[in-house]
């Protein structure tokens, strides 16, 4: 176990916000119970790569983060695997090693960043693919009594962006690993999201691999998104709202070019960054909080601002866009 007092945050979240705290950083499950009699029990805040916090204050007490490494196989037949990865690997670590062993899943989920420890947290999705769709289960210790407890997928209540563990059983959990359930054979992989197809036609890519959609999601997410290395951000930050499909039609009858698309029994997905780009706010910039020049759903900190500053901007955008179109934005992004 490490004990950092008063450390700078700033190295420890995306969005790069300078604020301060005492860090607890362990690499094993069985530190834990050391951890709680040290830090008298529960801690204020855990932590994994921090790329989808916003820290609008200085945490108080003990962040707890998790450097709990290693990738294991669990089960095997012939056409699965069961793979286990402690919470503290990075997230594109693993799906790297899943991609040059073969086994298919986690392709559409390259480059996104953060630990495994995170990703059932607001199941992790991108080009089509969820978390979810590939969660064999997870191990968890309970914080009231360092019991180690195991879930499944119905135990935890994956939605859009949801599990049980941002709802009901909020703060109460330190996962500590993620077990998912891969193809090694006919595998069916998944072209038809936003620009895939596109980028594989561009290398003349007829029958793609597993290795060929990840290096095109790889391709057109660093096109797009910008790197937290060099740009602070915690990616989308705001979910993308799902509204009625009558009022989703009278949307489009105001807004012809409304981008949408189906999302199950009379319901309707809305771009949230269309509705941020078509209220003005793409490139916004005040001092240095703004809005990306590139993807309006992604709030960026050009170097000193603070947590209040990106977070009032989110505000300022979330009432326009209620003004403009009578739609609600939901913030993804963690607010500390
Ligand atoms: P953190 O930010 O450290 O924590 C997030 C939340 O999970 C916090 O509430 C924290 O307390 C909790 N938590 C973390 N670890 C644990 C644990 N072990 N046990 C219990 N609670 C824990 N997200 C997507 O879904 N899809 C994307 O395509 C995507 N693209 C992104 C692109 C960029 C450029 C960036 C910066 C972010 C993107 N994100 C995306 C958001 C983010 O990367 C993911 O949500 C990621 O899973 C967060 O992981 P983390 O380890 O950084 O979590
Ligand atoms: P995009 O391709 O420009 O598409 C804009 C939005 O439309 C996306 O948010 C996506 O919703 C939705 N969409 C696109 N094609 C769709 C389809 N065929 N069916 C249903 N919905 C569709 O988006 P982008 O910004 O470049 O992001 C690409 C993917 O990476 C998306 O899945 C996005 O969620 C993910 N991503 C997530 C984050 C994050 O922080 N959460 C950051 C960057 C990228 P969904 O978001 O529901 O998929």
């Not at 899943?105 to 089509?128: F, R, T």
């Not at 949230?272 to 992604?298: F, M, P, S």
Request: hydrophobic share 40%.
């Amino acid at each position: 176990m490490n004990i950092q007092l008063a450390s700078s945050l700033k190295s420890h979240n995306t969005f790069g916000i300078n604020a301060t705290g005492n860090l607890a950083v362990f690499q094993s499950a069985e530190e834990i119970p050391a951890l709680m009699e040290k830090t008298t029990n529960s801690p204020t805040l855990i932590l994994g790569g921090g790329s989808n916090i916003l820290f609008t204050k200085d945490p108080q007490g003990w962040i707890w983060k998790n450097e709990i490494k290693g990738i294991e196989v669990l089960d095997e037949t012939n056409e699965h695997v069961i793979v286990r990865s402690g919470a503290g690997e990075g997230w594109h670590n693993l799906v790297m090693h899943c991609i040059r062993n073969n086994w298919g899943g986690l392709e559409n989920l390259s480059l996104i960043p953060g630990k495994v420890g995170a990703s059932p947290m607001q199941n992790i999705g991108a080009y089509g693919v969820e978390v979810k769709d590939v969660f064999h289960s997870l191990q968890a210790i309970r914080l009231t009594d360092g019991e180690l407890v195991t879930f499944d997928q119905t135990g935890c209540a994956f939605g859009y962006r949801e599990s049980i563990f941002k709802r009901k059983l909020k703060d109460q959990y330190i996962i500590v690993s993620v077990s998912f359930k891969l193809s090694k054979i006919d595998h069916k992989i998944k072209t038809a999201y936003g620009d895939i197809q596109k980028e594989l036609e561009k290398s003349n890519i007829q029958n793609p691999s597993i290795q060929d959609i990840s290096n095109a999601i790889i391709s057109i997410r660093s096109s797009k998104l910008p790197d937290p290395t060099e740009l602070g951000n915690a990616g989308s930050f705001f979910k993308n709202p799902v509204v009625s499909s009558s009022m989703a039609d009278s949307l489009q009858e105001k807004f012809p070019e409304l981008v949408h698309y189906p999302a199950g029994d009379s319901a309707v997905k809305l771009a949230a960054g269309w509705l941020i780009e078509k209220a003005g706010w793409k490139g916004y910039r005040r001092n240095d909080a703004g809005v990306h020049t590139k993807q309006a759903l992604v709030l960026v900190n050009y170097g000193e601002a603070t947590g209040q500053e990106i977070w009032q901007l989110s505000e300022d955008i979330l009432l326009d866009v209620q003004t403009k179109f009578g739609v609600t934005l939901e913030r993804e992004v963690n607010i500390f």
